[in-house]
């Protein structure tokens, strides 16, 4: 290969692969607060042809136009993401419709240069949320589709069915260690490979009263207002090449196999799960440490200056 062309390729790869991490990159909010804000403008700056309604519903249809965008981004679970879903069913689409127009909005006085701003807060999960329609539409393919993305209340490992479920109501999992990245539809696994649980298990009457799975920042905020014995911190760790699933060690597997069984079986009772991670750990892995500055006047010894000399 000419070294030209290897050049080219080389520089092809490197901005390939910056592209594939600009995709991955999650908000953090978005899932912290389990609802999707965006912003929307409008207004006559200039002109005052169109009247304050009409300016409004402008900036109304601005907001849904990067709420669409911004959902076809959200990643759904590991290798996945809400577009991808889209593609193998077409019936997704009119579901995101309903839940973009009645997805609650705030409209905000105009402002000294006349623009008018309203605000979309598109849930995650309840009755008429991103996650209901997710389940509505894209678990429910068509006989020509492919068939659901999600699990289904059938998968998973096996449980001792005349096992008692535990008595805790909140698992927690400590994944800061970890770079780990929220999704809609996080997956745990055993060290084998096997599926534990997915929040697609839970009965379909039952699936949108409340997220099974929630994302927090701070450990203590996660055990806030349980008592000790409510709350059973979880052993498991996340792979490097699976940011957005959890691995159970073999420790805990039947506790939490036993714990995820309940919640299936009896979904409106408060159980559910946490996981604490933080947000800031890739930027923390790729920070350098900050190197020390040389007094001034320094003798280098003599052995050393031949070392680096050779070197």
């Known amino acids: 290969m000419k070294p030209m ?19 991955n990159f999650v908000d953090s909010g978005v899932f912290l607060q389990q609802k999707l804000e965006v912003f929307g403008l409008a207004g006559t700056p200039w002109e ?3 009247s304050y309604d009409e300016e409004r519903s402008r900036a109304w249809m601005d907001a849904l136009h990067h709420a669409y965008v911004k959902i076809l981004d959200l990643p759904m679970m590991e290798g996945r993401q809400v577009s991808h879903v889209l593609q193998a069913n077409a019936a997704l689409k009119e579901r995101l419709g309903l839940v973009l127009l009645s997805a609650p909005k705030t ?13 979309v807060d598109v849930p995650l999960t309840g009755k008429l949320s991103l996650r209901s329609a997710l389940y509505l539409a894209a678990l429910r393919p068509q006989p020509a589709q492919p068939t659901s993305f999600l699990a289904s209340w059938t998968a998973g490992v096996k449980v001792d069915e005349k096992a008692e479920p535990p ?61 000790e ?7 498991a760790y996340v792979d490097e090449l699976y940011c957005r699933d959890i691995t159970v060690e073999q420790s805990d597997l039947n506790v939490f196999a036993g714990f995820c069984r309940d919640m299936v079986r009896t ?16 930027r923390k892995m790729g920070r350098l440490h900050k190197s020390e500055k040389n007094p001034k006047n320094r003798q280098i010894p003599q052995e050393n200056r031949r070392q680096n000399h050779d070197f």
Do not use: H, N, W
Request: glycine share 2%; with cysteine.
């Open 5 to 23: 062309a290897r050049a080219i390729l080389i520089i092809v790869c490197i901005f390939s692969a910056c592209a594939l991490r600009a995709e």
């Open 48 to 50: 005052s042809e169109s």
């Open 107 to 119: 409209f905000f006085q105009p402002d000294v240069s006349g623009i008018v701003r309203c605000r």
């Open 167 to 227: 008595a805790f109501s909140r698992v927690i999992i400590d994944a800061r260690r970890f770079y780990f990245e929220p999704s809609l539809f996080p997956r745990f696994f055993d060290a084998s490979g096997m599926l534990i649980f997915q929040e697609s298990m839970i009965p379909q009457a039952a699936r949108f009263s409340r997220p099974a799975v929630r994302f927090m920042t701070d450990i203590k905020a996660a055990r806030a207002g349980l008592a």
């Open 229 to 235: 014995e409510d709350t059973f911190t979880l052993a």
């Open 267 to 282: 979904p409106l009772r408060e159980r559910e799960i946490v996981i604490v991670y933080d947000p800031e750990r890739p």
